[in-house]
């Protein structure tokens, strides 16, 4: 899971269905990304941009993938999914107008 330049996973989490919820970050312009996500997927606004993905339990597909952040250096270091599948991005960002 990557594109052309540096991608790094640094989390992951797994919700009652299985399903692996994977954040890192990205320097790719082509991370693979989906539809799935609304305005979120494939915003690169940035030098470093938080990437999230869920992959299916057998970890064969790519569920959901937007990569997203501010102007400047953005990581998601950490992940929680609850009971009911919100899923919880903690981690640091280098601008205010983060979306």
């Known amino acids: 899971l990557g594109g052309s330049l540096d ?3 640094w989390d992951v989490a797994v919700d009652a269905a299985g399903h692996a919820h994977v ?4 320097s790719s312009l082509n991370f693979p990304t989906t539809n799935t996500l ?9 030098f470093t941009d ?10 064969r597909t790519l569920l959901n993938s937007a990569y997203f952040g501010g102007l ?19 981690g640091p960002t280098g601008l205010a107008a983060f979306p």
Not at 72 to 86: M, Q, T
């Open 50 to 59: 938080v990437f999230l993905a869920e992959l299916s339990a057998d970890g």
């Open 23 to 26: 954040v890192g970050s990205t």
């Open 7 to 9: 991608d790094q996973g």
């Open 72 to 90: 400047l250096y953005d990581y998601g270091y950490g992940i929680a999914v609850d009971s009911a599948g919100e899923v919880y991005l903690p």
């Open 38 to 46: 609304g305005p979120l997927s494939a915003v690169n606004s940035g």
